[in-house]
């Protein structure tokens, strides 16, 4: 999911990166100022980021039910197929770079086939968290997906780190690593100081580039853009180092094509988006402070909250 093609490369080095530098981003709108008026959350109210960043309900009645009216709903089958690609993705960085610091730079000569051998365990657990919502023709097609997932990341990893153990003669495991697996997959935020959740992960930061990275797995929309922006001013905050570039990864399964298919969107962490997401925040602060009722959104059908938003 997260490693970019030589094309991308250039479009970053060349375009998009300068184009960040030149534009600059104002300075009180950058995580580290969150003790002034123009990132300080309005109410001691806490929100995860998913909560201020997916506008799938246009009016925010969905956080009203949530957080007013107590309304709790089970996850739908496409937040759930999601976290499942989410974990798989996760599981196999995370077991990938286990292997090379605790057994040495000998392993990556079978890393594929170990990699691969925990695969039965990772279709065994996606069944059985759709099997608990009460789906029964979901698995089959998620599992499959899986598959098709978990073989073309392990055929990714391994080929990145190859590339890098051909470059250098000479280089430790911990190089290797941060050479071939530069990301922090599900890396954990602490988002208090802007009024936001104290176990925030953010799907994936490339160290390398300074670079927060958000999956998703439906049809692009432009608030999507919001998930990558809360994490790069929540790890503003916390480490006074800049980010300038969000990536959203959007991952689909074509029917009959081997492997998934990815699309990249790159854009600037503008100031644009990092107004646009603290006045979101806000809304939804304010509305839960004084317990103000949105109104009903146009979007029925696919909304989990339809038999309680009536």
């Not at 001691?44 to 009203?64: G, H, M, N, Q, S």
Request: proline share 5%.
């Amino acid at each position: 999911m997260y490693f970019f093609s030589e094309e991308e490369r250039k479009y970053l080095l060349k375009k998009l990166i300068p184009a960040a530098r030149d534009r600059g981003i104002a300075e009180e709108l950058r995580g580290w100022n969150w003790y002034r008026p123009e990132l300080s959350p309005p109410h001691d109210i806490i929100l995860p980021v998913w909560e201020i960043a997916d506008k799938y309900c246009e009016t925010r009645r969905d956080a009203f039910l949530r957080h007013v009216m107590r309304v709790d709903v089970p996850p739908s089958e496409e937040m759930v197929s999601g976290r499942i690609y989410h974990q798989a993705i996760a599981e196999l960085f995370s077991a990938a770079k286990r292997l090379i610091y605790s057994q040495g730079l000998e392993v990556c000569t079978s890393l594929a086939q170990i990699l691969m051998e925990g695969l039965p365990k990772a279709v065994e657990e996606a069944e059985k968290q759709m099997l608990a919502l009460g789906v029964t023709d979901a698995p089959r097609d998620v599992t499959e997906n899986l598959r098709k997932l978990w073989s073309f990341e392990v055929s990714r990893i391994v080929s990145a780190i190859y590339t890098y153990l051909g470059k250098y003669r000479y280089i430790s495991e911990d190089s290797l690593i941060n050479h071939a697996l530069p990301f922090v997959v599900e890396h954990k935020l602490d988002g208090r100081y802007l009024g936001l959740s104290s176990n925030l992960s953010a799907d994936a930061i490339n160290m390398g580039g300074m670079m927060v990275c958000d999956l998703k797995t439906g049809q692009r929309r432009d608030f999507h853009r919001l998930s990558a922006t809360g994490y790069a001013l929540v790890y503003e905050s916390l480490y006074e180092v800049p980010i300038n570039i969000g990536c959203t990864v959007y991952l689909s399964f074509p029917k009959g094509h081997p492997t998934p298919h990815i699309e990249r969107d790159f854009f600037i962490l503008s100031d644009e988006l990092r107004q646009w997401f603290v006045e979101e925040r806000d809304g939804i602060q304010d509305m839960i402070f004084y317990e103000r009722d949105p109104g009903k959104c146009s979007e029925k059908e696919k909304c989990r909250y339809r038999d309680h938003c009536q």
